[in-house]
């Protein structure tokens, strides 16, 4: 069985889209097909659960197996033609993924139409295949695909970079790091379209390198931006703006762990760009805070306020509004060349060159580790201080180490990092809840509310103060309880 380094970009965009992104290309050998793929996996999903895909694809009288294994711009790929039409479970590293006799299944399919085009690029060979048809599960099951994808044959990849860029000139294309099989599988398994959650156990080899560790944790924290972005410009809700500024919040402090490997001249334009995406989510995001937590709070009580119907009609119109606002956002141009740029950074960029990059990541983690925990520790008193902008400073170093401890985590026994993030949550959760009090008042005060709507949105953030000194209090403790912790990497 032929194996193989996949290295390949993807890319979503609209059926209308695909003549200009072609037309844009370099010119080359053009070949039109139709590809029938069925995807396999046991009752349990353990190819799945291994990051892994099995496919059997037809093509012109011709059964090709292939299994593929990992995650982001470069992937296993394991390929040989088969005569039957079920997969062998001889071939490849497919023993070791599934048990001998595994009951390997079909489980979904995929048809698409694709145009493919080979030829040179900036001293590479590029294969250009734009894909449109559909996922198909049992029954009813179906959702479309259109995607453009350029895969690196032989050359640098900083050629696939360079020709994303043109071709997203030329057409809006959004980089996308689900595979065909992630949504196959999602669609089988009943799963609704909406914002995905971050996968927290990155799954980290102590022999990596430090680079390669923060390739794993960047490629998490772009995937999580890209499929929330993506959810965002088909759906705008809470839940995608929430999960999108998590995925930028995890690749900034990544930013900040992984600090001494990565300064190159691209570090600052970088952390401008996801500065500037983070920023175009904050009024939303307190907006959602306010209506879900505050004032539905006040809706369910026994005694509401008089004027909290048109508070809920104005603060939902603003909502709305801020939704759109994001939405669009996530489909400008800067986010597409953002996403690009970023991640041809994590993936080329010249910090990679350095050699504290190719150290192991075991000797890396517990300093790292350590520096979060003393910038943390030096500003502890601001808990129970009078200070707002200096515990949201706090809180920003709690969400550092707690990113960097479940990041890194995976490198030391589960139980103890467990229980170290037990009390970092348990900081963080009273360090929000505070922070929520400090913006509810400036926010509610540049809306422009109507006089009932005004009035009970005073009354509401009264109420909250009242309870900010039980609140400091908690924080104080919380922030004791954590710096007297011993730390699981030492």
Known sequence: METDREIELKFACGPEDLAAVLA?????????????????????????KAGASLRVREQAGRRVQTLKRGEGLVREEHEAPIEGLAPDPQLGPLPSLAPKGADLRPVFNVR???????????DAEIELALDQGEVSGGGDQKTPICEVELELKSGPPSALFHLARELSAAA??????????????????????????????????????????FEAVAGGAL???AVNAASLRLTPGPEAVHQLRVGVRRLRSALSTFKPILRDESLDAVKADLKWLSHACDEVRNLDVFADETLHAAEIGDQPPPGVKVLRKAIDTARRRAWARAARTAASARFRALMIDVTAWVETG??????????????????ALTRHRKRLSKRRDAAGGTDDTARHH??????????????????YGRKAVHRYLDRLKELQEVLGQLNDLATAEPLVANLGLPAEA????????GLQAAAKPRLVKRAAKA????????????
């Open 172 to 213: 809006p294309l959004y980089l996308t790091f689900e595979s065909k099989a992630a949504r196959g599988h999602a669609l089988v398994s009943g799963e609704p379209p909406g914002a995905a959650r971050y996968n927290e156990a990155v799954e980290l080899s102590t022999d990596c390198t430090v680079a390669e560790a």
């Open 394 to 411: 706090l809180r920003i170093e709690a969400k550092k180490l707690r990113y960097a401890a479940e990041d890194l985590g995976g490198l």
């Open 24 to 48: 844009a290309a370099p010119a080359g050998d053009d070949e039109s097909r139709e590809l029938i793929s069925v995807y396999f996996d046991t009752p349990d999903r353990a190819l799945q």
């Open 479 to 490: 922030a004791k309880r954590l710096t007297e912790a011993e730390p699981f990497w030492v």
């Open 350 to 367: 010249a910090w990679r060159d350095g050699e504290a990059a190719q150290a192991g990541v075991e000797t890396f983690a517990g300093p």
């Open 112 to 122: 698409v139409s694709r145009r493919q085009r080979s030829f040179r690029y900036r």
């Open 454 to 461: 005004a009035f009970a949105a005073g009354e509401l953030v």
């Open 223 to 225: 995937a999580q931006i």
